[in-house]
């Protein structure tokens, strides 16, 4: 039996059989993988937030794997490695350079770093990988608990991976990491040894900081489903005064550089590209209303329609409180949607034409439709590397839109640029659909070589290069404006 420690529930928990038929028949092979791990002898609590042990972080795993559909726990598993990859290809491939770095940039517990130290050989590094891939996997737990209706379940395994985020890195805030002699974390991190000490910096800052946000963003979200506003509220806050984010109103899960300069609503008068977009207002119109009708014939600047639902397509996203989102691509992840584009070519040409657009591969431009009485909840966007500008279309009255504490309406013809990682809300309270085109484009201060390419892929550096020429790659995948995949952890769709 275990006994949890001060802050865990008082209850004496029976540890099963790791070869247990139940739990062999319920999870993935990846799941059964994990419960082959050596647990030796119980590792002394650690201080503070951090109070889980490897033992109490395994049953909390094993608690939540078995609220959910085996199909449920697969999937979360396979996203919950794919977020963990680069973590695992440092301890599990790096060596001890490998190590000493995930554990200098804050990405390890002490935990995880006292496994490595007190097993002998290679034992102490599997336990270690696969405390990881359980600590990820219960934020994906999490919001699958959360989507099938177990708010309460939910809120027990992302208090858990809160419980299991590592301490905050001293030498991370202070610039003085120095990457491993070569290093590709092939999932989302690459940093070289002739890396700048500020790209080192900057890539680590978002990638080590990850995990923590990820934990603490569905925690508060749990919490306001099961216990209410209030209770969401007071976990952002002790966020916050934990270092995760720098302001409760500004939240991005992906990238996050404090040093960048934070406005929620930007003058477009200061972004060139912007001003091009309220230039170019008849074309764009025009365009779109050729897309609406199905004709290749443009129409006036003054001749709008309403938008037809079966040329919008629909997103499915826990965001739409009511009403109906939809969108019609034209680049995303710096692909081109060949189709829409040939339809708009002008417009596509706009968008590739300047830098500020066609290298955002954090980002999507598309236009975009809200029907009448549509809420979109209060929501972040994932990066604070990009701005997101909306150039209004078609605008009926009664549309609104909250960025941090205040309030706008979207005009016909004018850009509206704001900070998405900023929490953002919108209603329409109008009689009639609303279309904007929403163009990404990168935070003025942001600076590709420092930001962006030590966080990317090799697929991703690929659609950079070939944007980059004017040689799109093609879009395969729908992507959400967040740029991410449609449906990803959604739990109808494992």
Request: net charge neutral; proline share 6%; glycine share 6%.
């Amino acid at each position: 039996e275990l006994h949890p420690s001060p802050g865990m529930a008082a209850t004496a928990v029976r540890w099963p059989p790791l070869s247990c038929q139940r739990h062999a028949e319920r999870c993935s092979w990846a799941c059964r993988r994990l419960g082959t791990l050596i647990c030796g002898t119980e590792l002394p609590p650690e201080t503070g937030l951090h109070s889980l042990t490897h033992r109490q972080l395994h049953r909390e795993w094993l608690r939540a794997c078995e609220s959910l559909a085996a199909a449920h726990v697969e999937r979360a598993m396979a996203l919950a490695q794919q977020q963990a990859a680069p973590l695992l290809n440092l301890v599990a491939v790096g060596g001890e350079e490998g190590i000493d770095f995930a554990a200098a940039a804050g990405a390890l517990t002490a935990s995880e770093i006292q496994l490595i130290q007190s097993a002998p050989g290679r034992v102490g590094l599997k336990q270690c990988v696969e405390q990881i891939i359980q600590r990820y996997s219960l934020v994906e737990l999490g919001q699958a608990l959360l989507m099938t209706g177990q708010a309460e379940s939910a809120v027990q395994a992302l208090a858990a991976a809160c419980a299991a985020v590592p301490e905050r890195s001293s030498a991370l805030s202070k610039g003085q990491l120095t990457p491993p002699t070569m290093l590709h974390a092939s999932s989302s991190l690459v940093v070289t040894h002739g890396s700048s000490r500020e790209g080192v910096r900057l890539a680590s800052l978002s990638w080590a900081g990850r995990f923590a946000r990820e934990a603490a963003h569905f925690y508060a979200i749990a919490l306001g489903v099961a216990r209410g506003p209030e209770a969401a509220a007071d976990a952002t806050a002790a966020a916050v005064a934990r270092g995760v984010w720098q302001d409760p109103l500004q939240r991005p899960l992906d990238h996050l550089d404090p040093s960048l300069r934070r406005h929620p609503f930007w003058d477009p008068a200061e972004l060139p590209a912007a001003c091009l977009l309220e230039r170019s207002f008849d074309t764009i119109l025009a365009e779109l209303n050729a897309l609406i009708s199905g004709s290749p014939e443009t129409r006036s600047s003054t001749d709008a329609v309403a938008p037809t639902r079966a040329q919008f397509r629909q997103y499915d996203s826990r965001v739409v409180a009511a009403g109906e989102w939809s969108d019609v691509q034209l680049y995303a992840g710096c692909r081109r949607d060949e189709v829409h584009c040939q339809i708009c070519p002008k417009t596509a040409f706009l968008l590739a034409s300047r830098p500020e657009f066609n290298t955002v591969v954090f980002g999507s431009h598309f236009f975009s439709r809200l029907s009448p009485g549509t809420h979109l909840s209060a929501h972040c966007g994932p990066s604070n590397f990009r701005l997101r500008c909306h150039l209004g279309l078609i605008v009926p009255d009664n549309c609104m839109i909250r960025v941090g504490e205040e309030v706008r309406a979207w005009r016909a013809g004018e850009c509206l640029v704001f900070d998405d990682s900023f929490e953002h809300e919108v209603w329409h309270n109008g009689t009639s659909d609303r279309v904007v085109l929403i163009a990404d484009m990168w935070h003025p201060h942001v600076k590709l070589e420092s930001h962006v390419l030590p966080l990317l892929n090799d697929e991703q550096r690929s659609a950079l290069e070939c944007a980059q020429i004017q040689e799109h790659m093609p879009l395969l995948q729908r992507v959400y404006s967040t740029g991410r995949t449609v449906c990803r952890g959604r739990a109808r769709n494992p």
